[in-house]
C-alpha cells in the first residue's frame, strides 16, 4: 500500500477540487475524503454541500465495523475520525484500502452508497454471537482468527462497553467465554434505556443446555465454580450508614468509593507508616522545629490523625518551612511500633501555672511560675489505646526534662480522655496552663 492522493473532479487546480488521500500509519491506513474546498464554495454560494443522511449513515456503519475490525487484529490504540460535511476520515484494515477509495468516490459523485454497506458487511465482526449468554469455547480459525491472547482482550473490551462480564479464558487455539450480565448494570440499563437504545437483556435468567460445554478445568483460580450455581438473593434492611466513624472521618464518604476514610482510617488504627529511607534506631523521636524536613512531615502526618479525630480546626504540628527555633522548645514524640507510628505527643515548655485537683467544675488553685514541660496534646492509635502507651509518652517527656511525673504541666483544655491519664499518672493533682 502506498500514500496517495485521488482527485475526483475533472480540473485538479481548483480550490474546490474535491480529492481522497490514502495515509498509512503502523496498524491501519486512513482514508480521507476531503471536501473542504468545495464544501466552503458551495456555502458561500448559498447552496448546501451538507451530506445526506443515507450518506453519514453508511460512512458511521464503516467506521464503527473497521475500527472493531482493527481492534480484534490487536491494534492497542484509539482513532480519530470525522464524518462530514467537511472532511470525512475512514480508518481501514491495508487490505480494505482499495474498496474504500471506490465505496467513498461512488458515494460521493453518484450518491452510491452500496460500497460503503459491502464494506461495512465485509468487516463486521460477530461480537453479538461472541457475546451471547452461555459458557461456550470458540476455536481459532472456526470463531476467529486472531492470536487466542489478542482474541480475549478484543472481547473483553467489547464485554466491558456492555456492562457484561466475560468469564474468558485463552487455551492455545481457543478461547473460553461465559458472559453474564451484572444485576447493577441490568439495572442501569432499565433505569435509563435512552442512553441505551435497542438494548435487550439476553442474559439474566439465562439456562445452560444440558449438553452445555464444560470447561476444562486447568488449575489456579480460573475454575468455573459458578457452573449451575443459583443465584443470590436480595433484600432490604435499615442499616447504619450515616454519622461519623470513631476515627473522625465521615462514613458515608461516596465521593471516592470510601477510599479516603479507608486509607485514613487504617492508620488512625494502626499507626502511620514509616517514610523509607527514614534512619530510626531505638523506639522514641523526639521531633523540634530544628529536625530534618522528612522528620517534621512525618510529624505532621500524624497530627493530622487527632485532628480529624476531635475536629479541631488546626494540625497541632505546623512547622513545615525551614528549621526554625522556637522560644519555647516545641518539640513532639513520636513512638514506634511494628514499623508504625503508633504514639504522639505534642509538648512545649511553660511558665505560667496553676494548681488542679483534676475534679471537674473544681476552681484553679495557686499560681507557680517555674518552667515545666506543657502536655498540649496526646494521640495513640486505636488498637494500641489502653495499654500505658500514653503514660510511657508523659514518662519520656518528663525523663528529658529532668523532672517528675507530677511536675508535667498539661495544656487546657484537657479532654476525658486527657483527665483520665492525668488521673491515673499524677493522681495528687497536675499542673495546669
Ligand atoms: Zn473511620
Known amino acids: 500500500m502506498t500514500e496517495r492522493t485521488i482527485y475526483l473532479d475533472r480540473d485538479r487546480h481548483k480550490l474546490r477540487t474535491r480529492k481522497i488521500h490514502v495515509r498509512a500509519y503502523r496498524w491501519y491506513a486512513a482514508v480521507e475524503l476531503d471536501r473542504e474546498g468545495y464544501f466552503d464554495d458551495l456555502s458561500s454560494r448559498g447552496d448546501s454541500a451538507d451530506l445526506p443522511t443515507a450518506f453519514t449513515e453508511a460512512v458511521a456503519r464503516v467506521q464503527s465495523t473497521s475500527m472493531d475490525r482493527i481492534w480484534y ?24 484500502v482499495g474498496a474504500a477509495v471506490e465505496a467513498l468516490s461512488s458515494a460521493e459523485l453518484h450518491r452510491d452508497y452500496s460500497g460503503l454497506h459491502a464494506l461495512a458487511d465485509q468487516l463486521a465482526l460477530p461480537i453479538e ?18 492470536p487466542p491472547g489478542v482474541f480475549l482482550n478484543f472481547l473483553r473490551g467489547k464485554a466491558k462497553k456492555s456492562g457484561l462480564r466475560l468469564n474468558g479464558r485463552a487455551t492455545q487455539g481457543s478461547v473460553w467465554v461465559n458472559p453474564t450480565l451484572p444485576l ?12 441505551y437504545p435497542g438494548w435487550v437483556d439476553r442474559w439474566t435468567g439465562y439456562v445452560e443446555p444440558q449438553d452445555a460445554p464444560f470447561r476444562p478445568w486447568v488449575g489456579g483460580r480460573e475454575r468455573n465454580l459458578s457452573h449451575g450455581a443459583q443465584p443470590v438473593q436480595f433484600q432490604r434492611v435499615p442499616t447504619p450508614s450515616g454519622g461519623k466513624c ?9 465521593w471516592d468509593d470510601g477510599k479516603g ?27 523540634t522545629t530544628e529536625s530534618p524536613i522528612a522528620w517534621r512531615k512525618l510529624t505532621y502526618q500524624v497530627a493530622r490523625m487527632p485532628r480529624t479525630e476531635n475536629g ?34 505534642a509538648a512545649h515548655d511553660d511558665s505560667n501555672h496553676r494548681r488542679w485537683d483534676l475534679i471537674e467544675e473544681s476552681d484553679y488553685g495557686d499560681r507557680d511560675d517555674t518552667l515545666r514541660p506543657s502536655i498540649d496534646l496526646i494521640w495513640v492509635a486505636d488498637s ?32 476525658d480522655a486527657g483527665r483520665r491519664l492525668a488521673r491515673r499518672v499524677s493522681p495528687e493533682g497536675v499542673w495546669i496552663n
Request: one cysteine or more.
Open 384 to 415: 494500641y489505646r489502653g495499654k500505658g502507651v500514653g503514660a510511657s509518652l508523659v514518662q519520656a517527656v518528663v525523663d528529658r526534662f529532668g523532672c517528675q511525673v507530677a511536675d508535667a504541666s498539661w495544656s487546657t483544655p484537657v479532654s
Open 73 to 96: 487484529d490487536g491494534y492497542p490504540g484509539d482513532f480519530t475520525w470525522s464524518d462530514g460535511p467537511s472532511w470525512i476520515s475512514l480508518p481501514v484494515p491495508f487490505a480494505q
Open 261 to 287: 476514610h479507608a486509607a485514613h482510617h487504617a492508620r488512625w488504627a494502626i499507626g502511620i507508616p514509616l517514610p523509607k529511607d527514614l534512619e530510626w534506631p531505638g523506639d522514641l523521636a523526639v521531633v
Open 246 to 254: 470513631p476515627c473522625g472521618m465521615d462514613r458515608r464518604a461516596s
Open 129 to 146: 454471537d461472541w457475546l451471547a449468554p452461555g459458557e461456550r469455547e470458540l476455536i481459532r480459525g472456526d470463531d476467529f482468527s486472531v
Open 184 to 195: 447493577a448494570e441490568k439495572l442501569k440499563r432499565e433505569r435509563s434505556p435512552e442512553q
Open 312 to 345: 479541631y480546626d488546626f494540625n497541632s504540628w505546623t512547622y513545615l518551612g525551614e528549621p526554625e527555633q522556637t522560644s519555647d522548645n516545641v518539640r513532639a514524640y513520636l513512638l514506634k511500633a511494628n514499623g508504625y507510628v503508633i504514639g504522639y505527643l
